[in-house]
């Protein structure tokens, strides 16, 4: 760690050497969903649960094509995975993404380090034993504070999603129809946003970060999505200018990194915090309804409330530290959350925002 602690553990997986910011995911199951969550990119992973593996790997519960993070710090490898879903282990997974897979280390111990000081920078290596040269490399090694990661996991070009699948976008299907067409910006977006709203009853069409407004609206969208995405937001300057360029043209809505976007569309700006939200148990409160949520999140940056709008409205807060989890920009017909109400891991108490984002655009059609 950055700080000069250090543990030894196993390489289960993979072999190198590899640094990121030093996180923790509280859940108890899920790990193949974070594994291919865009958002974690830059970042290592250590599960706090202390089995992992036990259930394997499957091509249904994919969140994206590839694995993002840069390494998984787990307390003991589960080697023989028992599921009927199951086609491989954790382990040939992690190797056939070119990821290092770490078990041995006192994981409890890491985490009660992560929770006193916060986030850290770490490296993992099964190449030098040497601790201090270790350590010069990862204080040496770029946080996520600045860097623009979005563009690292972004798509190439736009597709359709449909039937559960990505689909080449042909222009002679591109007319309007019956179904709600939603564009979705990707800036890492997680196949369950998808899945959610093709159950819903959408015509789904995803773009890259980089897609200029005039392009977006040549699509005749009835609304918009602002995807999850890694990293620092505030670099992320060219998805602010197009959202701003879109606002009150059609819905918005915007979750995790697309919650900071709309965010600083309308001024306000971003700040790293200490610790993070990682995992599948934060509690927040819809201040419209009274009503406690359990929701997963994955993010290390916050909107900084009182940079808002006089117009916004705040409509969700984290009961554990207080911070902005949602808003409400009635004036452009915009809203967002700050955590994931797809799920995948994780409850889903927020899965109405889906149908709220439905009724919405409805509204917009008439």
Known sequence: ?????????????????????????????????????????????????????????????????????????????????????????????????????LEGIDTRRLTRLLRKQGSMMGIISTVSDDIEELKVKVQAAPGLVGRDLVKTVTSEKPYRWQDGAIKELSESELKPGDKLRVVVVDCGVKYNILRCLEELGCEVIVVPATTPSGAILAFEPDGIMLSNGPGDPEPVTYVVSTVRELLGKVPIFGICLGHQMLSQALGARTEKLKFGHHGLNHPVKNLRTGHIEITSQNHGFTVVTGTLPKDAEITHINLNDGTLEGIAYPASKAFSVQYHPEAAPGPKDAAYLFEDFISLMRQNRK
Do not use: C
């Not at 030093?22 to 990119?41: A, C, H, I, R, W």
């Not at 003991?76 to 290092?100: A, C, M, V």
């Open 1 to 101: 760690m950055e700080d000069g602690n250090f543990f030894r553990g196993y390489a289960f997986a993979g072999e190198g050497e590899v640094y990121g910011e030093v996180v923790f995911n509280t859940g108890m199951s899920g790990y193949q969903e974070v594994l291919t969550d865009p958002s974690y990119k830059g970042q290592m992973l250590l599960m706090t649960y202390p089995l992992i593996g036990n259930y394997g790997i499957n091509p249904q519960d994919m969140e994206s094509a590839a694995i993002h993070m840069d390494g998984f710090i787990l307390r003991e490898y589960q080697t023989e995975p028992s599921n009927w879903r199951s086609d491989q282990t954790l382990k040939h997974f992690l190797e056939s993404h070119g990821k290092i897979g």
